[in-house]
């Protein structure tokens, strides 16, 4: 069964890159990994998925090393509304087999 | 387009009662995904349909746990005999497909008192 672990918090300052790393040691061969972010009293919302090397939005990055057993998200430039706890999310499997592990989350907390 | 709505927002129920969380997913999404939160932790799946059937049930915690999805868009998330371990937020999301980006609702707050 694939497991995540990831910090369970990170401080950084405005205007800094801030990268927090999950690792997914069982990850299967066709898993997706996906990150959320998560503010207070609200559902979380889709930053960026990847399946293998970097994938690019408008917001962040993601840097998945060959063997997948981990993966990095980074956000470039952080201001205080980055301020949220950021979960990864491994996917197992497709259609009827699919699962979903989560991790516990990486609350980020951004400084002036 | 509107987005993932859930109701109610908050439900307080006493011990032993029966409670039906609704969730309403975006139009077209045939993936609809249940879990629950408690304060500090991260999303605890629960069930996931594709279309009308429960492709994935293997997160409900026990029998008093049931979901529908009848006509493969609206899901009711129903507890029997609620316990007081049951509180949490209840979330729903769904997604264009099981791999694709999950678009969550705000949640639905159960307090068994």
């Known amino acids: 069964l694939a497991k995540t672990t990831q910090p369970i918090s990170m401080d950084s300052y405005e205007g800094q890159e801030v990268n927090i790393t999950c690792s997914h040691n069982n990850i299967a061969t066709n898993d997706y990994i996906t990150w959320y972010q998560q503010f207070p009293s609200q559902g979380p919302r889709f930053i960026i998925q990847g399946y293998k090397t970097k994938v690019t939005n408008e917001v962040a990055s993601l840097f998945i090393p060959a063997d997948r057993k981990s993966s990095t998200l980074s956000l470039p430039r952080v201001s205080l509304s980055d301020t949220a706890v950021y979960y990864c999310?491994?996917?197992?499997?497709?259609?009827?087999?699919?699962?979903?592990?989560w991790g516990a989350g990486t609350k980020l907390i951004i400084k002036p | 387009g509107a987005g993932v709505s859930q109701t109610p927002s908050n439900k307080v129920t006493e011990k032993g009662k029966y409670v039906e969380l609704r969730c309403d997913p975006i139009?077209?999404?045939?993936?609809l995904y249940w879990y629950r939160q408690s304060l500090g932790q991260g999303p605890e799946f629960l069930i996931y349909f594709q279309g009308t059937g429960a492709a994935d049930d293997s997160g409900l915690p026990n029998d008093r746990f049931f979901a529908v999805r009848p006509e493969g868009s609206v899901s009711t998330l129903k507890i029997q005999r609620t316990e007081r371990g049951d509180s949490a937020v209840y979330l729903c999301a769904s997604s264009l497909g099981g791999n694709n980006e999950q678009f969550f609702g705000p949640g639905t707050r159960l307090t068994v008192l």
């Open positions: 999310l491994v996917g197992v499997g497709i259609d009827s087999n699919y699962q979903l592990i």
């Open positions: 139009s077209g999404h045939t993936a």
